[in-house]
C-alpha cells in the first residue's frame, strides 16, 4: 500500500508563484512514474506533468510547459511541482499519483496510476 500526501496548495495572484511537494510513504520506488493532475469544478481530471522515478524522464501538457517544472527527490521520496506564472485557469485541485508500472509512454493516462493522493487546492486570482 502506498500513501500520497500533497501540500503546497494555496491562494495566489496571477503572475506568482506555488511549489506542491508530494511525500510517498509505504514503499521505495524502484521503477515507478509519478504524476501530477489537475481537476477544475465541472471538469475532467487532467495530466499536467509526469516523471520517471529512476531515470527522472519528463512529460508536460502542452498548457503548462514552459511554466511548470515536476522534480523528484529519491532521499525524501517525493515528487514536486513548481509553477510559475499562474494563470486564473490554472485553478484547479491537483492530485499526484503514481505508476507503479513505471513507463513515461503511459504518463499522461490516469488509468495508468495505481495510487493517488487527496488533493490540494490551487487557486489564482486574476
Known amino acids: 500500500q502506498v500513501q500520497l500526501v500533497e501540500s503546497g496548495g494555496g491562494l495566489v495572484q496571477a503572475g506568482g508563484s506555488l511549489r506542491l511537494s508530494c511525500v510517498a510513504s509505504?514503499?521505495?520506488?524502484?521503477?515507478?512514474?509519478m504524476g501530477w493532475f489537475r481537476q477544475a469544478p465541472g471538469k475532467e481530471r487532467e495530466f499536467i506533468a509526469g516523471i520517471t522515478w529512476t531515470g527522472g524522464i519528463t512529460t508536460y501538457a502542452d498548457s503548462v510547459k514552459g511554466r511548470f517544472t515536476i522534480s523528484r527527490e529519491k532521499v525524501k521520496n517525493a515528487v514536486y511541482l513548481q509553477m510559475n506564472s499562474l494563470k486564473p485557469e490554472d485553478t484547479a485541485v491537483y492530485y499526484c499519483?503514481?505508476?507503479?508500472?513505471?513507463?513515461?509512454?503511459?504518463?499522461?493516462?490516469?488509468?495508468?496510476?495505481?495510487?493517488w493522493g487527496q488533493g490540494t487546492q490551487v487557486t489564482v486570482s486574476s
Open positions: 509505504g514503499r521505495t520506488f524502484s521503477r515507478a512514474t
Open positions: 499519483a503514481v505508476d507503479l508500472g513505471g513507463l513515461i509512454a503511459t504518463a499522461r493516462r490516469a488509468a495508468a496510476y495505481d495510487y
